[in-house]
């Protein structure tokens, strides 16, 4: 399954991956916290489903998350520059079920709710 949120916010690529760090998690996201050290790039969090390694890799354009432990492999992207919305910063999650039961989804909705809105204010706050 998959899902879309647009933050309409327009930002370069770079400064994107500069400001969204593992280390500043808590400035962009109020359903995930950390709970262990950050180390190689992954970062020990808890939230809703449970506890996880969040990781955080680069990708053309913009930055993928996953939870490394997650039997539904939850992961997103955060990007901008392309399609769907060039100008805009394009929050695309995925999980591998193509059926969930309707709570899961209310809360991965729940989720991208909550994180484009902290996503369009962080991003908007001068360094």
């Known amino acids: 399954m998959e899902f879309f949120r647009i933050v309409n916010r327009s930002i370069k690529e770079e400064e994107l991956k500069k400001k969204l760090t593992l280390e500043s998690l808590e400035d962009y996201s109020s359903y995930l916290f950390p709970i262990g050290e950050l180390t190689d790039g992954k ?48 929050l695309h ?3 591998n079920r193509q059926r969930k039961q309707q709570i ?21 706050d001068e360094d």
């Open 104 to 124: 899961f989804i209310d809360e991965i909705n729940e989720f991208l709710d909550d994180h484009s809105k902290s996503l369009d204010v962080f991003l908007n």
């Open 93 to 95: 999650l995925t999980i």
């Open 43 to 90: 970062l020990g969090v808890g939230g809703i489903w449970g506890e996880f390694t969040l990781c955080r890799n680069e990708i053309k354009g913009g930055l993928r998350f996953y939870l490394e432990e997650c039997p539904n492999a939850l992961a997103w992207t955060v990007t901008t520059g392309y399609p769907p919305v060039r100008e805009a910063v394009v």
